[in-house]
């Protein structure tokens, strides 16, 4: 008998669900979304983002960290924007598909096992890189094909794993036992409230996650007090991840704290502008940061947080 309130009371949906709804089968914007296959309307805020800043501009971007991805469209568009064969990686409480070309990981960010993960995510992808780069036989081919023959089978062996080791000294130890060293050119955080599910396996599941999870209240005071969390946790991982020069969007809620999180990233980045897209609802207390050039790859994060 419970069970069945329980599946009639999450099956049913609420005002906001159905308001929801009606706003979305109106608006211009998730119509064009799905005209250019984009996976949700919020891909007009990042373009209209980068059209005015050009956040995807610098010259080779190859790392993009996309906080609260899902269902992808922020991803999406910085595949679209970064040259082929760069790595983005989508980080979201949700399960979702990433599109085709990203990866996804399903995390909390106020977890700091989210951040180790997301560390040793590109830590694996530019190792990866670099061991194609110094591929033994890019080693033999800088030899002479007379030294070859003129050495016996094991002279060669030794000769190309001593090379192989010298290079790898001067590169993956090196570099990743730097402490300083930043592997992300980019970083997206477009983090909270989860699109309302219309239909499908929320009531399969076992602790209705879409039903407990951060979403909107309504009180703008909660829904910025917890945006100002979720900042505060996307700014550490730009401290820690993000290179020197690099850029970084965070989505907030405007409210009495926003101008102290503004005062923390002017530690961190040459560069701070609130920018609210044409693509956000003109009622919704909804804004960007958008954060441009990082001072260093290190920045005392106890000095950005002492500072307001
Ligand atoms: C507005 S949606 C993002 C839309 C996405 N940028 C896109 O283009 O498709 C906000 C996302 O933030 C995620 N989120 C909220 N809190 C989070 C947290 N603590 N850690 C990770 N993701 C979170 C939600 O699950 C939700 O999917």
Redesign the pocket.
Known sequence: MWFIWLTRRYSKKSGSSHRWIQRQRTDLYTRDAKHYD???R??F??LQIDEKFKIFSQKRISNVL????????????ALERCRKGSNILG????V?QPPNGSSSMQ????SKK?HESIKEHFKVVEMEKLKQKFQPIEVISNQSAFEIQAKSVIDSESELSRLEKTEQDHTLENVYYDELYRPVDVI?S??????PQIGGFANQTTNMPYIR??NTSGLSFRDHAMSMD?CD?ALITSIDLLKKGGNSVF?FFTGKDDKFLEERLTHVFRQVFRFKPKACRPESKECYFVCLDKVDNFVDKKEVFRAA
Not at 66 to 77: F, Y
């Open positions: 984009y996976k949700s919020a891909a805020k990042l996309d906080l609260g991805a899902a269902p992808g469209a922020w991803s999406q568009v980080v979201d409480l949700l979702y995390a909390n960010i106020l989210t997206l477009d983090m909270y409230v989860p699109f999870m951060a979720l946790a989505k």
